[in-house]
Every structure is written in C-alpha cells, then in structure tokens.
C-alpha cells in the first residue's frame, strides 16, 4: 500500500467533506467558467470538478487556478493516463473518475496525485481497495439505488475506513440522503451549472440553485 497516495486522497477527501456539495461542470467557456466560480465562491461553495469531457476543460481548470486560487478545483470523468497527466498538469488538485480503470489508479499512484476512481459494486470497491485506494465516487448512485444501495455495499467495509462521493442523479432533492451517510465525504452533480442554463446565461436560476446547495451543505 503506497502511504503517500492514502494520505494525499484522505486530505482531498477532507477537503471536499469541507464543502459537502461539489459541482460536476461539463464546460466550453472560459468566461463562463470564471463567472460560474465567482458565485460558488460568494456562496462559500468553494470547489468544483471540471470534466474532460472538453476540449477546454484543461485550460479552464488553468484558468481557474490562476484565478480562484482559494477555489478546490478538480478534474472529473479521467478515462485514461493522458488525461490524468493534463489534469495535474493544468492545475488540478484532485481527479475522479466514472469507473475503475487499474491504469489510471496506478498511475494517479506514481503520480502522486489523489485520485477518487467511480465505482458501484462490491467487486469494484475490492479491486480499487486492492491498489490502495480509500476515496471512491459512487456511480451511477441514483440508478444503482441510492442511499440505500450506497450503506448496503459500504457495510462490510467500514472498518477499512472508505469515504465516498455520490454522483449520477443526485440533486437538492436527494443530497441529505447521502450526506447522512458517515462514509460520504461529499456529494457532486452537474444540476449546479447545467449546459442549458449556462447556454442561456440564465445566471439567476443558477445563482438561486448554488444558494439553495450551499444551505444544505451546512
Ligand atoms: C458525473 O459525471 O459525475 C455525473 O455525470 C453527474 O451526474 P448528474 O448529471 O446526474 O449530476
């Protein structure tokens, strides 16, 4: 077990569990991006992950970093080394991905980067406990069944000390039900800054949903 990689997600993992309500963000513009953190901020929501499901997502996560220092930003939906590589590159401060892929865990190992690879079963959570891992997201939660999926497949886990981040159909709607869970350390969604609302500029519904997420987060 490489302690350092342990360490370095436990610290991410306290980092996010700091902030409990984590923005997964699909984005294309930077000035967007920029406008997006400004009102995390101002509602004390101070992370987000940006996917690599851009082309722009490196340099925006630059963007953010140069910009935002204070902001928690990190890199999501990581499918292989070269996008993990750019992620940290760019300015991440951590990475999660949808699935388990063992390259990328030991990669993010060599690294030294904390890394949360995505699972929803019981074999997943093995094979990445196996490599070291202790940070996991939990995806798809919703359609794998929820909170209730999500303490079954923890149980006979918890004395290796696993935290979790939820993601896939989680809103305000369901995010206590997670949050209540002791090995959630936070929750991430996209419905914070929905491409349609951000294509719209429809900067008050947005707004209005990041203050409702921060009040829940308390
Ligand atoms: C993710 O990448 O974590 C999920 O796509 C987020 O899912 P959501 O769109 O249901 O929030």
């Known amino acids: 077990m490489n302690q350092d990689f342990v360490e370095r997600c436990q610290e991410a993992a306290d980092r996010l569990a700091s902030i409990r ?3 997964v963000l699909v984005l294309t513009s930077e000035t967007k991006a920029l406008k997006l953190c400004e009102l995390l901020m101002k509602r004390g929501l101070g992370a987000a992950e940006i996917t690599f499901r851009t082309k722009e997502a490196a340099s925006i996560i630059t963007s953010i970093s140069k910009n935002f220092p204070e902001l928690y930003v990190g890199a999501g939906t990581i ?7 750019r ?35 019981p074999s997943e959570i ?9 940070f996991l997201k939990f995806f798809p939660a919703e359609a794998a069944g929820g909170a209730t999926m999500l303490k079954a497949v923890s149980g006979p886990y918890k004395h290796l000390g696993l935290r979790f981040m939820p993601t896939g159909g989680v809103t305000s709607r369901n995010a206590a039900d997670y949050l209540a869970i002791k090995e959630v350390a936070a929750v991430g969604g996209t419905w914070l800054g929905k491409a ?23």
């Open 87 to 121: 992620a940290f590159d760019s300015g991440a401060r951590f990475a999660v991905a949808p699935g388990f892929n063992p390259r990328v865990v030991k990669a993010a190992i060599e690294g030294g980067h904390p890394f949360a690879p995505g699972v929803c079963t």
């Open 126 to 134: 093995e094979q990445a406990c196996e490599l070291g891992c202790r």
């Open 79 to 85: 499918l292989n080394v070269a996008d993990l590589k």
């Open 21 to 23: 309500i984590i923005p």
């Open 196 to 218: 349609e609302d951000l294509d719209a500029d429809n900067w008050d519904k947005i707004d209005s949903l990041i203050a409702e997420a921060a009040l829940l987060a308390k």
